[in-house]
């Protein structure tokens, strides 16, 4: 099987939480990886998500480090809608 990933990146405008990742973020932008094979058997190109990773802050402030985190794409998804939920509620 054909495996690929693909770089993005999403801006949270307030500090954030993901589900089943301890802490709170900083506002700013992060990349986001999301890695995928490719679905055999098909009339047609598929794939399919094995994996989305983050790239957060480190717990070693000092230093600048940053971890890569995976997450659920949902759990992703609804904290992105969080923080629009809150622009949405202040204008």
Partial sequence: MTE???QTSV???RPFS???V?????????AIEESREEVSGLSF????RTKTTIELPG?????MSRRLVEVDPAD???A????????????
């Fill in 4 to 6: 690929t990933s693909r």
């Fill in 11 to 13: 801006t949270f405008s």
């Fill in 18 to 20: 993901l589900d089943g």
């Fill in 22 to 30: 301890e802490g709170t973020f900083p506002a700013g932008t992060y």
């Fill in 45 to 48: 190109i598929g794939y399919r």
């Fill in 59 to 63: 717990s070693n402030i000092a230093l």
């Fill in 76 to 78: 992703l998804e609804a």
């Fill in 80 to 91: 992105l809608a969080r923080d629009v939920e809150v622009i949405n509620v202040e204008l």
